[in-house]
């Protein structure tokens, strides 16, 4: 089965170990400026926002590479970059309508995040579950539960 | 590992930075953060330094836990001696700016000299410049770190500042990072100020490395459970932040109230977690809006609040109209119950202005309400207050001096002495309620009785995060001991001390030993750094570093004589609640103390402790 990365802004509180985990994970050193995944806040609104790739099915910036860097993992469907091929020119990182392709000066090559390999080591690290990896099928369950407790089993349409 | 190895040396005077080896044989025997922040401190200045001249230094210290995963692991220190102490001193900010510092591949900052002008440091990784800050003198700490995010070009800088309390000189400015964290006691602040150095920005891509990963990943696993099953850290401090103490301590006969007078609050419930969390009825908003983390924290007790736009103090001031700090229990209870004012929204208001220009709420409520009891004997009066009716329980005026005092303005400027030199201008230095010139925290040691030797014995002068007995005389932790008691006192003070110098020197944050102990924490150094990190050297270097602490201040000119209370705490009863007719019986535990500690009855270390610690 399939698992996609679900994110639930509202459980944030902003902390990074996501943003550690996963630059250790891809780097072997804590450093969240090389994180795949980052957290936004927004200060006056009082909210977290962690944001990373969504493995698009279609992705733009696989389609976009010249040199076709970026391919499919069957097992887990996430877009991998394949730095001995990457040449570097950003023209993913342009394509991606969500940013969340980068380049990396160190490297010269480009990185987003790989669901590393199934195991996500942000998922993991996440003390509040406002990460988890679920059924890729089902991303919304935790939202239709959450509606289906709210909804008056003795109340009809009519 | 764990430590980067390096120290970033700036001269103001000379207008130099440059880059030095961080000295690994000192880092084995202080750790780092405060621990070693203090050794550079204690080698490089005279003790006995006006602490506004040039001579002075100024310290950014990270600790080597600091930008690793272990939990809390993002804090960084200031320490220097202090502008409102004369004392060492030595305080701790959350936030991203230590995390930042670290990564960028600096264990530590210090600061030289003096600016001939405004400055402000810029370093990106390795490199470092100091550029002029102008045109940012004279903004608060809000609008500077906005200005150099937008001069540079980058939002992911991260800043510590001051706001215009430090320019000023008000004497217990802080040191304010990310907008609402803060280094926030003694008038680091006001250093930075005497310094013309206006912020210091920082962007760090380098990287943090450890020795042992599998060893650190199952350390700080292990201790993230911990902390995740814990009442304290794991429900209270999350739900409630500090403020979970606030009607805890009320009841316990232990809140400071209209500067001591009393020690219980009427109005504590309306300025409690509880209250924090209830819809008002003008917007249908809580005051809080939500909890946030500080960098790597797996606790999350920040509390984001933002104020009813309906409140006079905000009416027409949108810049105050959106989410930031809000009140943690020291705030709460300083701007608070200790000034009589039961006013939320006026106590977050003025809290917000206590970030946005850079001043410990702390010190500013406490000396507000000395005021205010000068102001109700007749000591002074309107026409020293420019007009002010300084009453107990006035959210007007309350608000109107963080205002005045943020800027330095009016009678705000007398607010910014602290109110050991404001009581003793004005002829009642016996209504100071502090230590060594700092003012008391939120725990009336009347009702907790090992607070008392706390306070007295503090280095940084009096002070809750340097042995928080409450933890064991009121909530419990790691045992209860009686608050009313003074037996056994002296050890449990010693012991919080020298484990409370360890947990600050590695880089957390000492809200973990809520649920952690050494033993937990031990083996996270130890997995990070080279040396062995045993329990046993953790607690030798957290005694090594209370003496000293200890070293600094006699040099400095301090003596056992410091080592006391008010009169108000030692003479006048408890009116109230359980304590009721006692007073703090500091007599009875002092001299054991300096027993235990190895000290003279003159509180001065002997050779044979020196010895032992290798001081
Ligand atoms: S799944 Fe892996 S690569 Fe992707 S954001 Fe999480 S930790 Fe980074
Ligand atoms: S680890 Fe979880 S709570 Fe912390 S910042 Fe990342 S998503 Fe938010
Ligand atoms: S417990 Fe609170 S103060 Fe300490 S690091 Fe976490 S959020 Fe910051």
Known sequence: MQRSLNIDPGKCTGCRQCEMACSYENEKVFNPSKSRIRVFTFDAEARFVPYTCTQCAEAWCMRACPVDAIRINLGTGAKEIHNDVCVGCKVCTIACPFGTVNYNADTGKVMKCDLCEGDPACAKACPTAAITYVDANWTGLDKMRMWAAKTDSAMTAN | MGWA???????LTAGTVKSEPLNMEWAQRYLGSRGLGTKYLMEEIDPRVDPLSPDNKLLFATGPLTGTMAST?????????????????CSNSGGFFGNELKNAGWDMIIVEGRAASPVYLHVEN??????PADDL??????????????????PQIRIASIGVA??????????VNDLHRAAGRSGVGT?????NLKAIAVRGTLGVRIKDFDAFFRATEAAKAVLAGNAVTGQGLPAYGTQVLMNVINESGAMPTRNHRDIQFEGAHKISAEAMAEKRPTDGKANLARNGACFGCTIACGRISQIDRTHFSVKDKPQYWGASGGLEYEAAWALGSNTGVDDLEALTYANFICNEQGMDPISFGATVSAAMELFEIGAITTRETGGIELRFGSAEALVKLAELTGKGEGFGAEIGLGSRLLTAKYGHPDLHMGVKGQEFPAYDSRGIQGMGLTYATSNRGACHLRSYTVASEILGIPEKTDPLATDGKAGLVKAFQDATAAFDSAGICIFTSFAWTLQDVAPQVDAACEGDWTVEKMLEVGERIWNLERQFNLAAGLTAKDDTLPKRLLKEAAKTGPATGRVNDLGKMLPEYYALRGWSPDGVPSNETLARLAL
């Open chain 2, 126 to 131: 390795q490199t470092a410049r100091l550029l």
């Open chain 2, 166 to 175: 430090g320019e000023k000189g008000v004497k217990y400015a802080c040191v």
């Open chain 2, 5 to 11: 190895g390096k120290i970033l040396r700036v001269n």
């Open chain 2, 137 to 154: 003198w004279g903004t608060s700490v809000w609008h500077t770190e906005e200005a150099i995010k937008a001069k540079h070009h980058d």
């Open chain 2, 191 to 195: 250093v930075m100020g005497s310094k």
């Open chain 2, 73 to 89: 692991g993002g804090r960084y220190t200031v320490i220097t001696k202090g502008a409102l102490t004369g004392a060492i001193a």
